[in-house]
């Protein structure tokens, strides 16, 4: 079974630092995104990633956040200036080409805590 | 936004009963996905049920889907021990992303 690999799994970080989280994706997949969960809360939805340029975002991936694939495989997600209330898990998740029977493939996940 | 909400929040039920879980959407959707979670871990793709099916199983898993009421339920059979953990509903509809449900917390006792 393919799978999406995250690193860090944990990572902790001084509010107001930069953080940078990196997924390896599954090859030959074409849409990539990027998802949070508050502990106990919902998954949700950040930004949507195809062709190497965002395709989508939603009101939480503010000018603090941004996406890119720096050697054509790895898919970063970088938090310019960490807030508290960016602790939380954040999972990288893939889509492959067949979406009318096949699910999305998610990472295992980064836990950021800011401090 | 679309939402997936699910109830009910939290269920607790004995090893070997069926385990129901509910969720309802609000727009129209390609395709409806089951999800699950341990505790403090990633979302493992259970199922997937396309807007023009109504029912799907998968071993111990039965899904149902109503696009006319917009809601869909999971149904684990004979739960166990290790079923315990998150179920979340997830629509995906033609912007090709995932919006999840609030999810359910799902305890069996053994």
């Known amino acids: 079974e393919p799978e999406v690999t995250q690193t860090p799994s944990h990572q902790v970080t001084q509010m107001g630092q930069e953080v940078i989280l990196r997924c390896v994706p599954i090859s030959n997949h074409l849409y990539f995104y990027w998802y949070r969960q508050i502990l106990g809360q919902k998954v949700e939805f950040l930004v949507s990633?195809?062709?190497?340029?965002?395709?989508?975002k939603s009101e939480i991936f503010d000018d603090q956040f941004s996406v890119e694939r720096p050697d054509g495989s790895n898919f970063t997600l970088k938090i310019r200036s960490t807030k508290l209330e960016d602790s939380a898990m954040y999972f990288c998740a893939q889509r492959g080409r067949d979406t009318s029977n096949y699910g999305y493939t998610f990472g295992s996940g980064t836990r950021l805590t800011v401090v | 936004s679309q939402q997936g909400e699910e109830d009910p929040q939290a269920l607790s039920i004995q090893e070997g009963e069926n385990a129901t879980m509910n969720c309802s959407y609000k727009?129209?959707?390609?395709?409806l996905q089951w999800y699950r979670q341990n505790s403090g871990r990633g979302l493992v793709h259970l199922i997937l049920i396309r807007s023009n099916e109504r029912e799907k199983h998968s071993g111990r898993l039965r899904v149902t889907l109503d696009t006319s009421k917009k809601s869909s339920s999971l149904l684990i059979t004979a739960s166990r021990a290790a079923d315990t953990a998150s179920y979340f509903c997830a629509t995906d509809d033609s912007s090709y992303k995932l919006i999840f449900g609030s999810g359910t917390r799902l305890l069996v006792r053994p």
């Open positions: 727009t129209s959707i390609n395709n």
């Open positions: 990633f195809y062709n190497n340029e965002i395709s989508e």
